[in-house]
């Protein structure tokens, strides 16, 4: 069986489309499947579409969140539903091309354990779309110990054993486009050229995707905490060549206001050993 996940947050406008079209597509294989939506706190009517939905096709089910958590959060709900030996993760903006799917479920069938996608940029795409993703992968390929290529998203096929391994993380933080490159597995590259998007607009602001990139880096690197450790023994170097020039002050300067040097020089210090612990 393969199924499909597919996060919604407010795509009332995109779902039946999306969901003829790969009823359309996957019924030409010679696989079951099923098709899973996450209504990730809409405030449309995507649920009203989802339920029509699911009167009106057998296979088609949906998860609903009480409020929004998130788009990784709604992928990873799916998956922890999802009966397929193949679980495929879209958007529901119409952008992802269904029929890629054909082309995923062959290299599965050759013994792939992740099939993922990397997006190939158009002129379509705006100056700042393409300045604010290439500062997204940019800063995960600077911070991060797992290499992510740019272009490459949530649009991919993984096997029921990786899923089984996804199933058990329990991480509120979770950022897939790392922690699948950094199981391992056998793995494999498609790219395709991105559709317009049919309606509505864009979920993903610059400020989360920021928050986003920052998921990766603490979750996926040790170079934040390895810098915290440079930056406490650095301080703690400079609260030491303070605290010599707050002796020669106090030495030869009558003016010097009691108890400054010491309170200065404690300070300086101390913080610098908490952000070597901190770091530790």
């Not at 995109?14 to 209504?39: A, M, P, Q």
């Not at 500062?135 to 649009?155: C, N, Q």
Request: with cysteine.
């Amino acid at each position: 069986m393969v199924s499909v996940i597919i996060p919604a947050y407010n795509e009332s406008g995109n779902i039946r489309i999306l969901c003829e079209g790969l009823n359309e597509i996957l019924s030409k294989t010679h696989y079951s499947f099923e098709i899973i939506f996450v209504d990730d706190g809409s405030s449309d009517d995507t649920i009203v579409e989802l339920v029509n939905l699911h009167e009106r096709f057998d296979n088609v089910h949906y998860l609903r969140f009480s409020r929004n958590f998130g788009h990784q959060a709604a992928i990873k709900a799916g998956i922890d539903y999802a009966r397929g030996n193949a679980i495929i993760s879209m958007d529901a903006d119409l952008q992802h091309p269904p029929h890629l799917i054909t082309s995923m479920l062959e290299k599965w069938a050759e013994g792939y354990d992740v099939v993922y996608t990397q997006r190939i940029n158009d002129d379509d795409i705006s100056k700042f779309k393409r300045f604010s993703s290439s500062l997204f992968y940019t800063l995960l390929r600077k911070m991060s110990d797992v290499p992510i290529e740019e272009g490459t998203a949530d649009f991919r096929l993984i096997d029921a054993k990786v899923a089984s391994v996804i199933r058990q993380t329990k991480d509120p933080f979770l950022f897939l486009r790392g922690l699948i490159p950094w199981l391992g597995f056998k793995q494999y590259k498609l790219s395709y050229q991105a559709e317009k998007r049919f309606s509505g607009v864009t979920k993903y602001s610059l400020s989360k995707m920021l928050a986003f990139a920052i998921n990766g880096i603490t979750g996926f690197s040790i170079k934040p905490l390895r810098f915290a450790i440079f930056l406490g023994i650095l301080i703690s170097l400079l609260a030491f060549v303070y605290a010599l020039y707050a002796v020669l002050i106090y030495l030869f300067n009558d003016h010097v206001i009691s108890g400054w040097a010491s309170v200065m020089v404690s300070i300086l210090f101390i913080g610098g050993i908490q952000l070597v612990i901190l770091g530790i």
